[in-house]
T-cell receptor
């Protein structure tokens, strides 16, 4: 089972460039999430989705956009990259039942904005 | 709002030592509690969970007990190995929500021979 797959694993961007971080899962999970992980800061939720066609903001959504056209895919878009967006980005998914269901994480995308 | 507080790291132990990583939380109701582990260069993996007061989660020799009276979920292992070196995250999911986790800042564990 592939689980949650993120691409690319590493990327360097220049200030003002755009890019899309890809995330796909093969577990038929309805819920998907995007987090960023900054050193010593834990994980912060950027956006999440409870199903195809439905997305909502998390704790730190500014500067990002998402879409959810299928159950499997949940891409994260950076429109105008800024140095403050240098971070490690994790995608996760979970079943839609009760809150005791764990999240399954991808291996992350390490993004540097220079 | 909901929050999770973990002890500062890094925690450095010799192999076969006893491990405790403290975690306390603030939340209304009865949240579900989780420990996740992150090995170098990888994503987070669920280590164990507990969903109600006095539940004990366990996995791979690690244990944590959901203590409602002290709002704590401390992680313990009786004898650590070098392969346990990783970052450990405590997290909670508030009551009634579908899996929206609040994470602590993580505690790095280094185990030496």
């Amino acid at each position: 089972n592939a689980g949650v797959t993120q691409t690319p694993k590493f990327r360097i961007l220049k200030i003002g460039q755009s890019m899309t971080l890809q995330c796909t899962q093969d577990m038929n999970h309805n819920y998907m999430y995007w987090y960023r992980q900054d050193p010593g800061m834990g994980l912060k939720l950027i956006y999440y989705s409870v199903g195809a066609g439905i997305t909502d903001k998390g704790e730190v959504p500014n500067g990002y956009n998402v879409s959810r056209s299928t159950t499997e895919d949940f891409p994260l878009r950076l429109e105008l990259a800024a140095p403050s967006q240098t971070s490690v980005y994790f995608c996760a998914s979970s079943e839609a039942r009760q809150g005791d269901q764990p999240q399954h994480f991808g291996d992350g995308t390490r993004l540097s904005i220079l | 709002g909901d929050s999770v507080t973990q002890m500062e790291g890094p925690v450095t132990l010799s192999e076969e030592a006893f491990l405790t990583i403290n975690c306390t939380y603030t939340a209304t109701g009865y949240p579900s509690l989780f420990w996740y582990v992150q090995y170098p260069g990888e994503g987070l993996q669920l280590l164990l969970k507990a969903t109600k007061a006095d539940d004990k989660g366990s996995n791979k020799g690690f244990e944590a007990t959901y203590r409602k009276e002290t709002t704590s979920f401390h992680l313990e292992k009786g004898s650590v190995q070098v392969s346990d070196s990783a970052v450990y995250f405590c997290a909670l999911n508030p009551t009634g929500t579908a899996s929206k986790l609040t994470f602590g800042t993580g505690t790095r564990l280094q185990v030496t021979l």
